[in-house]
Nanobody, 125 residues
């Protein structure tokens, strides 16, 4: 059974940076396209960024494009989300999720196969 564990969240001032990590275990990592989602209080899980199983393709929501960067380390079985120029509206719980054998470019929370428990990111103004 795949297990995903996020880390790296915290409190940061607007304009600052954070790097989130997601540790993958219990499956074959390079079979999974991986994504980051976030959920603000009272809202749905929103797509943030994703990376294909090979790492060759990346996808971003319009709200983070140019500020966030997703990457993966196949040997370490990790996915990273580098977040720069953070804004108060980026405040949310950030979740890592995986989808096996998926090569598309649309990532929807409920269509993922595995989910982590999230890490909280708070951006102060």
């Amino acid at each position: 059974q795949v297990k995903l564990v996020e880390s790296g969240g915290g409190l940061v001032q607007a304009g600052g940076s954070l790097r989130l990590s997601c540790d993958f275990s219990g499956g074959t990592f390079d079979q999974y396209s991986m994504g980051w989602f976030r959920q603000a209080p009272g809202k749905e899980h929103d797509f943030v960024a994703a990376i294909s199983w090979s790492g060759y393709s990346t996808y971003y929501s319009e709200s983070v494009k140019g500020r966030f960067n997703i990457s993966r380390d196949q040997s370490e079985k990790k996915v990273f989300l580098q977040m720069n120029s953070l804004k108060p509206e980026d405040t949310a719980r950030y979740y890592c999720a995986g989808r096996r054998y998926y090569s598309g470019g649309v990532f929807i929370w409920r269509q993922m196969d595995s989910w982590g428990r999230g890490t909280l990111v708070t951006v102060s103004s």
